[in-house]
């Protein structure tokens, strides 16, 4: 069969693929801090830190003290008040999101150069730029809307799919030396990838739950009670997600690093998951929480490879 890929296009992509690599995993990394980020801002209730977008009541830096705004500016913005450390948590998120944006286009127009080596690599990283085009857009409907649940609910969606994503690209990009998955092994990723989106769907309709809870004016120790069945069905569930770990971990001949990874995660999401509940939902936890997820989509991602890998 003949090389589909032309000798001068190898050697441009042997040249520049291991600082692409480590390009897109700065990328990852950043996408990681920003949904940390972005948790710790709705733990702490700063999500209208900043009552408008792109500006900061009104000012493209955000003010230090409430001397810095008119006398009825919480007529002008729903009644709001001003925190500063609230405002600039949420300030902070918003300056991590534009550099989220501008690594998104760097990887974009870095992928181009490969186009006739790995043209998937390309279509993922327009993706991940489109998504996080799409995230910001989200981020200002989260706020003009005034922390409607649902809204927040699909902006945590589409960080989750741009972690995965991304996340896919990285493991392309790493050295191909490992064994592939077996059939019968990716049949128990599968089934694992499977449950965990089921859960976390129902984690997600469970912080919806509590999103409600809160805008009720309930005490932090009452958002689970309130939520009924749903805790108690994402609770029993988590057991279900931990026998899929566990079989895939017995089951991922040659991947034992990271299906052993992914077991560790679940066990670690398990325990934080108590936490939150036995500690009457500590903010603290909740970032801690959201991150893991986003850790376990990383691990799951890692083992997709190309389809036709050029002799690098």
Known sequence: MANRFPVEACDAARSGVAGFRRFVGVFLGAILA???IGSMVRSTGAGLGCPD????????VPPVSVSQLPP???LQYDGIPFN??????????????????????GVMLWSFRFWRVQRRWTWLSVA??????????MGAWVVSSRLVPFVISLHMMLAMLLVGVVASLYGMLRS???????????????????????????????????DMANHAG??????????????????SFSWMLLAAAGLFFWKGQGYQKETGSILALVITQMLTGAGLAYSGMLFAMQPLHLVL????????????????????
């Not at 998504?131 to 910001?136: E, F, H, K």
């Not at 030396?177 to 309709?205: K, N, T």
């Not at 986003?294 to 991602?301: F, G, H, I, R």
């Open 293 to 312: 997820s986003a850790l376990t989509v990383v691990v799951l991602m890692s083992f997709q490879r190309n389809r036709a890998t050029p002799p690098y």
């Open 128 to 137: 991940a730029w489109v998504l996080v085009s799409l995230n910001g857009a």
């Open 34 to 36: 920003l949904i940390l």
């Open 176 to 210: 191909t030396d490992r064994p592939v998955l077996s059939a019968a092994s990716r049949r128990y990723w599968w089934f694992f990838v499977v449950i965990f989106l089921f859960q976390m769907g129902l984690g997600i309709q469970l912080r919806e739950l509590m």
């Open 72 to 74: 009825d500016y919480l």
């Open 84 to 105: 500063p450390i609230k405002t600039w948590t949420e300030y902070l998120n918003r300056l991590s999101g534009v550099v989220v944006g501008l690594l998104a286009t």
């Open 218 to 235: 309930l005490a932090r120790i009452d958002w689970l009670p309130s939520a009924g069945a749903m805790f108690w069905v994402h609770r």
């Open 53 to 60: 977008w792109p500006r900061c009541f009104g000012l493209w």
